[in-house]
Every structure is written in C-alpha cells, then in structure tokens.
C-alpha cells in the first residue's frame, strides 16, 4: 500500500465524491522516521490516551483515526490508555463509554493500559530525579507557587525550599507517600530553570497529596503524578514511537522531553495538531458534563449531543465519522469547521446505505372517492436506488391515505406544485390522484381531502404521457403504525456557543427547539418491528434512526438529518 494515496481514516473502497486527503504532515513525519530509521527497526506504535473523566465526542473521533488509521497504515499497532491521574473526576462508567465509542468507530485496540498501571514505576522515577538532584519537594501553597512562578515578561523566583538536600527530599517524598501529610501542603517539583522563557519548564509540579479513592488502585496511593509527569513516561514503557496529542500541548513539548532526557528512557516523541471545533457545538468534557448533570439534555447519549453515544443514537454512522475526518485531515492551526460540513458527511453515507421507506410526519386524511371500498392492493417499492441488490418491497395502498399537510393547500400559492383543488399529482409508486373538495372541522381546519384516483396509473405513471408536477409521499391509514419522531435542531442559537454577554454561561446559548417531538406520525406497516438503530431514509424527509425508547408496534424516530444539503450549497456557492 502506498502510504501517500491512502486516507489517514482507511476508508474502505473510497467513492470519487470522497477521496481521503491526499496526505498530512503527521502521516509525512511517519514516513520519513519510517524512511530514516528512527526507531530502527521497531513498528510504529501509537497509543489514544483519553481521560476516562466524560464521554468521547467527535473532536475525540479525530485523535482516535489519526492515532489507529496511522498505525494501520503502516503496519504498526495502538493502545488504549487510560490517562487516569486525577482520582476524584474519573469513573468505571467513563472507561466502559470510551471502550465502546472506540470499537463504534470500527477500531480494536493492541494494548489496554491504564496510567495507574505505572504508578510503582513513576515512583520509582521520581525516586531516581530527587537523587540526581532533578527534583525537590517543595513546602509552598499551590498560591504561592503560582506568585512564584512568573509571568510571559518576568522570570520565576526560587521556591525557598528549591535547594534541599537530596536525603531530605527523599524522606519528605516518602512520607508523602506514606500518607503523613495533608492534602496540598507539599508537592514534588522537577528541578529545572525558574528563569525559563517557557513557563512550563519553571520547576513543573511532578506529584501532589490527594487522599482520594482511585477506581483502580482505591486507596493505594495518596500522592498522583500530574499529566506532564505521567505522559511522556508512560508512552515510553509502551514504546510510542509517535505520540499525537492536540496543539495546546505543544508548549509542554520541552517537559515531555526533558523527563525522558533525564530518566534516559525509550525517546517517545510528540506530535502536535489541531482540536477540531465545529459551529453551533462544543467540545468539552466539561461542559457537556455540565449539561448531563443539569438535566438540560435527556443524557450522555442525548441525540443533540456531539458525544459519540449521543450521534450513534440519532442515527450518524461510523463510516459517515471516518469519512469526515480523513477528508478534514490534519494541520497545525485550530480552526472551526462548519457543523454543515459533517451533515455532509452523514447523508452522504446514509443515501448510500439507508432503506427509503413512506412516513408521514404531520397526517392529512385522503379519501379516494372512486376507489373500491375494502379494497387493498400492495404497490411495489425500490428500497434503495442507489444499491439494486437492496431489493424491492410491497407497501399497502387503500383508499383512505396519509399525506403530509404541508402537501395540500386550498389555496395554492404561485408555484406551489403540490396537491391543492383540481390539481393532479402522483403519490409515489402509487396512482395519480386529483383533489376535489375538503372537509372543515368546526374550527374551520381542513380535517380530509377527498380525491379521485385514476386506474391507468397505477405504478405512477399514465399510459398517455400525461404529466403531473409533483410526487407525493404517502401511507395508507388502515395499515400505518403510529409513530414518535423526534426532530432536531442544533443544539446552540450562535454559532460559537462560548460567545456569551457578560455575566452569562454558555448554557445561555442553548437552542430552545432543538427538540421538536412529533407525536402524531404515520409510518409504513413494514417499519412496525424496527429495530433499535436501524436507519432509514423517509422519502422526501430526511433520514431517521430508531431509538431504544421504541417499544414493539410503537416505533420512535430520531430525525438523523434533513435531506437538504446546506453544505453543498455553501460549497458551490465558493465554487462558482
Ligand atoms: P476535553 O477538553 O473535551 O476534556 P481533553 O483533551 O481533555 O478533551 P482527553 O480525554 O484528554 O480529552 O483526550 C484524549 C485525546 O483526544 C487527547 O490526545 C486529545 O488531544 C484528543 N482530543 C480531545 N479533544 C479533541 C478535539 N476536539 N479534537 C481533536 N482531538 C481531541
Ligand atoms: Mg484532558
């Protein structure tokens, strides 16, 4: 395989319209190390080191195909690491959520490690700076340690306790551990220039005093090793020949670096890219933690969510996710993509895979007047026109029908094609049908529209060339299933759901109909024994997924996506 033509997603079988992005510098760093010998012999090895502190989300999908696409590609293999160093936000719940989204997004992982599983080693490592004179247990509040520290113009000034002896170093670190002191009243720093340009390396904090309970080692441990400390070591006892992080690390590059110098370990080396951001989303363990914990979503997996759970329940594909990423590739200036963009994405795949059915959102009756009481015919369906072997189905057609309301008017405006009185249309594989007259209820609501039908045209079209402007969907009322369908919006009114007026939180720019629950809907029979997260495409409607609230006979729709492309407008707008 020719690593320059191939997606950094893998994308299998890739279609013209989604050529994977011909190359990124990450993939061009691989291949000259590859090139070079940098790691001799050794395979490429990468590792996903999430925090198991939320639930993924999409911006967690591009670190998972650029660290599992990349070692695929070249032969090389990946872990799944927990980076669980901060006790007191983590949970078993989070570690099963991140298993399962890997696995969603069609990845298996080589190693499972976690970064407890090296605490003894770390420790070891501490051990061995503090005797090198590398380290120091430091006495200063985290406050003053932060007075302490300096600023971008100004260097840091040395902690007073900065030139301990390393046997009092040594003691005071093993009491620490011991237990023998409280929470924040001593940590452990790297010895390194408290005149550094890089504020990162003025005497880092390599271990704090936390006596929480870990949900791995309980109460084992009371001293925790913080990220910049744990990192780099523990991609070096998996032997990571290429750790990708996001560009917020790349300051931290220096100290990753040097605690491998000093320890003289396995020379991991980081590579830093762009977090994604899309419009009207974040991407925030935080805050979308927020949102569950406020109830102001139904939960991690709420369809409105960009959580790999929650996008998974409304219906987005694998492939559709893989696709996006590999087409967004890879650079080094954070930027904000369009959310339209990754809807792009979505239909794409779907109107390849997903089944067309008949529903009706918002039911309309239609009585055909000249049609044979009792009668039922089934009219034969293509379930997909983009995949023949996807075969052809039987829909029920009888004389009473659904329509969507918004298919008839009494009142036609200017190039309104569809059903309005005395105008022809067709109802899809079925019959052209013209409208004659309405019922009103008391309210002076149009409750019924009653038509005739015209026999020649059954299948849809009329043996006299005869032509109808508009094809309208349908189900036939005495055989349709009643349905939920849940309708969404975006999930944020402004684009950048950060902005917010003084004294305002995000959560101000929470979209109030980004839920529309439609429970009046009419679905074909064939969908009554759905089941959960299968997705379809309703005909004229957009595509939809059945999610697990449904119950048999009683089917519940998420609305994945509308038809309509925004993006493709935007793109050939840009284009022309
Ligand atoms: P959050 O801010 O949402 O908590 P995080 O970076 O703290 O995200 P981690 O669990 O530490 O979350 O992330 C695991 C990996 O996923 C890291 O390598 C991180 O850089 C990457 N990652 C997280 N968010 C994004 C994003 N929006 N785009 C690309 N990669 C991301
Ligand atoms: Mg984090």
Known sequence: ??????????????????????????????????????????????????????????????????????????????????????????????????????????????????????????????????????????????????????????????????????????????????GEFPDGSRVLRAKIDMASPNLNMRDPVMYRILHAEHHRTGDKWCIYPMYDYAHGQSDSIERVTHSMCTLEFEDHRPLYNWFIQQLGIFPSQQIEFDRLSLTYTLLSKRKLLKLVQEKLVSGWDDPRMPTLSGIRRRGYTPEAIRNFVGAIGVSKTNGTLELAMLEHFVREDLNKRAPRVMAVLRPLKVVIDNYPDGQVEEVEAVNNPEDESAGRRNVPFSKVLYIEQDDFREDPPKQYYRLSPGREVRLRYGYFITAKSVVKNDAGEIVEVHCTYDPATRGGNSPDGRKVKSTIHWVSAAHAVDAEVRVYDRMFTKEDPNHVEEGQEFTANLNPQSLEVISEAKVEPSLAAASAGSRFQFERLGYFCVDPDSKPGQPVFNRTVALKDAWARIEKRAGS
Request: aromatic share 12%; hydrophobic share 35%; glycine share 6%.
């Open 1 to 178: 395989m020719n690593p320059a033509n191939t997606s950094l997603a893998a994308v299998p079988n890739p279609s013209p319209e989604n050529v994977p992005a011909p190359s990124n510098f990450v993939r061009d760093i691989i291949v000259e190390d590859v090139r070079t010998k940098k790691f001799g012999d050794a395979a490429i090895q990468t590792r996903f080191p999430p925090e198991p502190n939320g639930y993924l989300h999409i911006g967690h999908a591009k670190a998972i195909c650029l660290d599992f696409g990349l070692a695929d590609e070249f032969g090389g293999k990946t872990n799944l690491r927990f980076d669980d160093t901060n006790p007191e936000k983590e949970e078993q719940e989070y570690v099963d959520s991140i298993m399962e989204g890997v696995r969603w997004l069609g990845f298996e992982w080589d190693g499972l490690y976690y970064a407890s599983d090296y605490f003894d080693q770390l420790y070891q490592w501490a051990i061995k700076l503090i005797k090198d004179a590398k380290a120091y247990v430091d006495d200063l509040s985290a406050d003053e340690i932060r007075k302490h520290r300096g600023t971008l113009t100004e260097p840091g000034k040395d902690s007073p306790f900065r030139n301990r002896s390393v046997e009092e170093n040594l003691d005071l670190f093993e009491r620490m551990r011991k």
